[in-house]
């Protein structure tokens, strides 16, 4: 962010998002308008357990909105939420399909009483279908969609992911992309409407690829036998002589060629790349090679060179190397070391504005306001 961006409104300044406190691709979904500048409220449930009350107040994927605590159950409350929708934008909610019904809160009346406004829900399987109101996580869904059984090697079998795919990805990702594409088309039409976001559908899409390498046989073995799933030998981990992991990319013939020629390998003595039958030699052949020195070594030794190989750092080196440090790539909020708002606009950048709120933090300053 540059000097005269400080202080700069966001792009997304001037819209208001109403949330309703939930787990996962909501939440995410909620800071990326927050970190775009939207006034971002979020809606607090009396029923939270002080661990979870506790774990939100320190949970980045909380930052940059205010809270206000409020019982749904409660006549007076829901209709201090209605008077807050009635000034929103967007509302956005994480619900099982049929909770934001049963609390009167029904988003189809809610775009007809007020019909600017942009109703974002997201869930596990989409708001219809045989499994609509099924419970699952981010593993689930991974599996449901084929995913999973894309990830791992041939004797590992499925190796789950970290809840990165379906839940921010699949999910948080494609749901802010539906809220914000629905604000745009606002922006002719005058008319909001609801946005139907389910991970599953989400975490599909990202699928696309391997179903196109799939249809035209590039794809056709099991897991780790492929091409780009680890089992090429160009393109893969290999372990290093200290115990750590280099990463190896080099698909194209120049990388691969940079790749050899940085090992210390005669290119004229190796099998060829394009025999698959030639890939379990070459597999050794490498794996040998970066087993001999340690992660410092081969980063040093391949770095400035154009081989697609990159040492696998722990999530605690990551915001201490020279391309994250060099564009501000993480900030501490309240001491806290997280990843900074992305992408970077020219004009009106994003910012981390406010900390993460404590349970129902604002609540005498939201509910004066009305």
């Known amino acids: 962010m540059?000097?005269?961006?400080?202080?700069v409104p966001g792009p997304l300044a001037g819209i208001r998002v109403i949330e309703f406190a939930g787990m996962g691709p909501a939440p995410f979904a909620a800071m990326l308008l927050a970190d775009m500048g939207a006034d971002v409220v979020r809606i607090d449930s009396p029923l939270a357990s002080e661990e979870a009350r506790h774990r939100a107040a320190r949970n980045p994927i909380n930052r940059g909105r205010r809270a206000v605590l409020l019982d749904l159950k409660d006549p007076i409350d829901r209709d201090h939420a209605e008077r807050l929708i009635e000034s929103a934008d967007v509302v956005l909610e994480g619900f099982r399909p049929g909770v934001m019904e049963?609390?009167?809160l029904d988003?189809?009346?809610l775009v007809r009483e007020h019909p600017r406004l942009v109703v974002g829900r997201m869930s596990g399987w989409g708001q219809t279908g045989p499994e609509k109101a099924g419970a699952c996580h981010d593993i689930n869904i991974l599996a449901m969609t084929g995913l999973l059984d894309t990830i791992g090697t041939a004797p590992s079998g499925p190796v789950p992911p970290p809840m990165y795919l379906a839940d921010f990805a699949g999910g948080g990702l494609v749901f802010v992309y539906g809220v914000l594409c629905?604000?745009?088309e606002r922006e002719r039409s005058g008319a909001g409407q609801v946005v139907d976001a389910s991970m599953?559908?989400?975490?599909?899409?990202?699928?696309?690829?391997?179903?196109?390498?799939m249809r035209r046989g590039d794809w056709s073995g099991p897991r780790g036998t492929n091409e780009l799933d680890t089992g090429a030998p160009y393109y893969t981990v290999y372990p290093t002589g200290d115990g750590r992991h280099m990463s190896v990319g080099a698909i194209e013939p120049q990388f691969y060629d940079a790749l050899v020629r940085t090992l210390g390998l005669d290119p004229e003595t190796l099998p060829p790349r394009t025999d698959r039958d030639c890939w379990p030699e070459l597999h050794r052949i490498f794996a040998a090679r970066f087993l001999a020195h340690d992660l410092a070594h081969w980063s040093e030794r391949f770095a400035g060179v154009d081989a697609c190989v990159a040492p696998v750092l722990t999530m605690a080196e990551v915001p201490e190397h020279r391309q994250f440090l060099a564009r501000d790539a993480f900030v501490a909020v309240e001491g806290l070391l997280q990843p900074a708002p992305t992408p970077r606009l020219s004009r009106t950048p994003g910012r981390v504005a406010r900390r993460m709120p404590r349970h129902g933090e604002h609540t005498d300053e939201i509910l004066g306001a009305l």
């Open 2 to 7: 540059s000097a005269e961006s400080v202080g």
């Open 102 to 104: 049963r609390l009167g």
């Open 182 to 184: 629905a604000l745009m």
């Open 107 to 109: 988003p189809e009346r």
């Open 200 to 213: 599953a559908e989400g975490t599909s899409l990202l699928s696309l690829v391997v179903r196109e390498l």
